[in-house]
């Protein structure tokens, strides 16, 4: 079973410092990559998503994640984070054929400092 | 005019007890999900539900039981409730397999 790591629980930073988020994954197959954010209070939102094709993704808020195949990772970047960025962020992965069910990283609770 | 709506929002009840909260999607996707979010955040898949095909995470009791009337719909049954089961429910859902999925606002089950 594929299982996704996120390797940092809690990120703290100032506005305007840049922001990489790690996630690993295990699974030696064609997989589909997300990235979700959660805000306080409220539900999962898809940030950006990894099928095929361009390694390097753009989401929603100026946010990007690049996809290694090499090193079986997703990280998540950002190169100037805002006090609204506050919130917990989800890596996800989910396997062609299998439902589509996604299966969560333990999830990155990032706090802005204003 | 809400994509993925959750009834109810907060659950409060006794050990033991049979529950079921509903969900309805409006986005005319044909594939729905339900995730449990434990009290760390750990969010996990319990069930996928497309055309009439339901995939089941096998580590989800049997008390747990999805129920779909429609395409629009997938209910969640939860028989017995153990103290365990507190957590938020998430549903979700998307237009085919191996699409993004959008969720509803989760629903907050606390046991007594």
């Known amino acids: 079973a594929q299982s996704v790591s996120q390797h940092n629980h809690h990120v703290i930073l100032s506005e305007a410092a840049s922001l990489e988020l790690g996630c690993n994954y295990s699974y030696g197959g064609t997989v589909n990559l997300f990235w979700y954010v959660q805000y306080p209070g409220q539900h999962l939102q898809l940030l950006l998503k990894y099928f095929s094709g361009d390694p390097l993704v753009k989401g929603i808020k100026g946010f990007e994640a690049e996809f290694i195949k090499s090193k079986f990772s997703f990280n998540l970047r950002k190169p100037s984070v805002q006090w609204s960025d506050t919130a917990e962020y989800f890596c996800?992965?989910?396997?062609?054929?299998?439902?589509?069910?996604?299966?969560f990283g333990g999830g990155t609770r990032l706090m802005v400092k204003p | 005019d809400t994509a993925v709506s959750q009834t109810p929002k907060y659950l409060v009840t006794q050990m033991g007890n049979d529950k079921s909260i509903k969900c309805e999607q409006n986005?005319?996707?044909?594939?729905m999900y339900w995730y449990k979010q434990d009290s760390k955040k750990f969010l996990k898949i319990m069930f996928s539900?497309?055309?009439?095909?339901?995939?089941i995470n096998e580590t989800v009791p049997n008390r747990f039981s999805p129920k779909s009337p429609d395409k629009a719909h997938l209910n969640l049954h939860i028989n017995s409730l153990e103290l365990g089961d507190s957590a938020v429910y998430f549903c979700?859902?998307?237009?085919?397999?191996?699409?993004?999925?959008?969720f509803g606002d989760g629903t907050r089950l606390s046991i007594l």
């Open positions: 986005l005319g996707h044909d594939t």
């Open positions: 979700a859902s998307s237009q085919g397999l191996n699409q993004p999925q959008h």
């Open positions: 539900y497309n055309n009439k095909e339901l995939i």
């Open positions: 996800a992965v989910s396997i062609n054929n299998a439902g589509n069910m996604l299966t």
